[in-house]
């Protein structure tokens, strides 16, 4: 099975810069988005096909890729960025969807 | 705003069948557009979020291939509501489930695949 590849936890203080990659072997044929979750909530996209933020995402968010690799970044992180964040992508098929085990975001 | 909106049963018996159903509003679910599917997603409590399947209105449908043997989703176009079944239920079916419209396109060159709007979930414990 296809699988995506995230670390467990990023922590940062307020105003720094949050680095979240998320590696998987057919990126970036297959297109990477991410979402954010706080606690008790559904998930919202805040970055589609790899670079693209959704209107009324915040400019601090960004997106980018690089070989099997992309990266959600948040630059000057504030303390209502702190969530869980899961990219996902699909197989080398494009028919099978996959998300990565996300990623906890702690603002210290 | 395209709004989804999942109900059904929050509580199932071990080795029963869960049946949930999303209902969509102020938005159609026979959008013509091939790229737009329909999908359900599911999160065990403390967990990551995992796929469960998708389809389009007339006909195409994708399962995880983890849960294929024992999940059908089926459409009801006239009510705008999708369902959800899921056979032969244990513990580890205990989630959040989410329903969502999965924007898909798969060419040659790249494939795009995601989910946007959710609804807002609905936990099914399964009970022994």
């Known amino acids: 099975s296809y699988e995506l590849t995230q670390p467990p936890s990023v922590s940062v203080s307020p105003g720094e810069m949050a680095k979240i990659a998320c590696s998987g072997d057919?990126?970036?044929?297959?297109?990477a988005f991410w979402y954010q979750q706080k606690p008790g909530q559904a998930p919202i996209l805040v970055m589609y096909?790899?670079?693209e933020r959704p209107s009324g995402i915040p400019e601090r968010f960004s997106g980018s890729s690089s070989g099997t690799t992309v990266t959600l970044t948040i630059s000057g992180v504030q303390a209502e960025d702190e969530a869980d964040y899961y990219c996902?992508?699909?197989?080398?098929?494009?028919?099978?969807?996959?998300f990565g085990g996300g990623t906890k975001l702690t603002v210290l | 705003q395209l709004h989804l909106q999942e109900s059904g049963p929050g509580l199932v018996k071990s080795s029963e069948t869960l049946s949930l159903t999303c209902t969509v509003s102020?938005?159609?679910?026979?959008?013509?557009?091939?790229?737009?599917?329909w999908g359900w997603v599911r999160q065990p409590p403390g967990k990551g979020l995992e796929w469960i399947g998708s389809?389009?209105?007339?006909?195409?449908?994708y399962y995880n291939p983890s849960l294929k043997s024992r999940v059908t989703i089926s459409v009801d176009t006239s009510k705008k509501q999708f369902s959800l079944n899921l056979t032969s239920v244990t513990a580890a079916d205990t989630a959040v489930y989410y329903c969502?419209?999965?924007?898909?396109?798969?060419?040659?060159?790249?494939?795009?695949?995601?989910?946007?709007?959710w609804g807002q979930g609905t936990l099914v414990t399964v009970s022994s």
């Open positions: 057919v990126l970036p044929k297959q297109r």
């Open positions: 102020a938005g159609s679910i026979t959008i013509s557009s091939s790229s737009y599917f």
């Open positions: 969502a419209r999965h924007v898909r396109t798969v060419t040659r060159i790249e494939g795009v695949n995601w989910f946007d709007p």
């Open positions: 389809f389009y209105y007339s006909g195409n449908t």
């Open positions: 096909k790899d670079t």
């Open positions: 996902q992508s699909a197989d080398s098929s494009g028919n099978y969807v996959v």
